[in-house]
Nanobody, 119 residues
Framework: QLQASGGGLVQAGGSLILSCAPSGRTNYVMGWFRQAPGKQREFVSGITWNWGTTRYADSVKGRFTISRDKVKRVTYLQMNNLKAEDTAVYYC????????????????WGQGTQVTVSS
């Protein structure tokens, strides 16, 4: 079962690193999603386990970095220059297949970790 961790309270402009474990298998994609109060869950970033190919939502490009450690089987989301609008519950998820930004195409989900950015 996926376990996300690393959330917390941070001031705007600050940084956090989220972790998701155990992560990854051959041909899997690991994804990070987030859900703010009253909003739908949205794609944040994804990484292919085999090749490390990444994808980002436009709203986080240049600020967030996804990575994976294949030995430790951990997926990370480095979040820099955080903004108030990044406040949400962040979820890690996995799918067996190609990169996808669609929530419905991820088969495995972890519990969320709260990220709160104060302005």
């Amino acid at each position: 079962q996926l376990q996300a961790s690393g959330g917390g309270l941070v001031q705007a402009g600050g940084s956090l690193i989220l972790s998701c474990a155990p992560s990854g298998r051959t041909n899997y994609v690991m994804g990070w999603f987030r859900q703010a109060p009253g909003k739908q869950r949205e794609f944040v970033s994804g990484i292919t386990w085999n090749w490390g190919t990444t994808r980002y939502a436009d709203s986080v490009k240049g600020r967030f970095t996804i990575s994976r450690d294949k030995v430790k089987r951990v997926t990370y989301l480095q979040m820099n220059n955080l903004k108030a609008e990044d406040t949400a519950v962040y979820y890690c998820a996995a799918r067996n297949g190609d990169m996808s930004t669609k929530t419905s195409e991820y088969h495995f989900w972890g519990q969320g970790t709260q990220v709160t950015v104060s302005s």
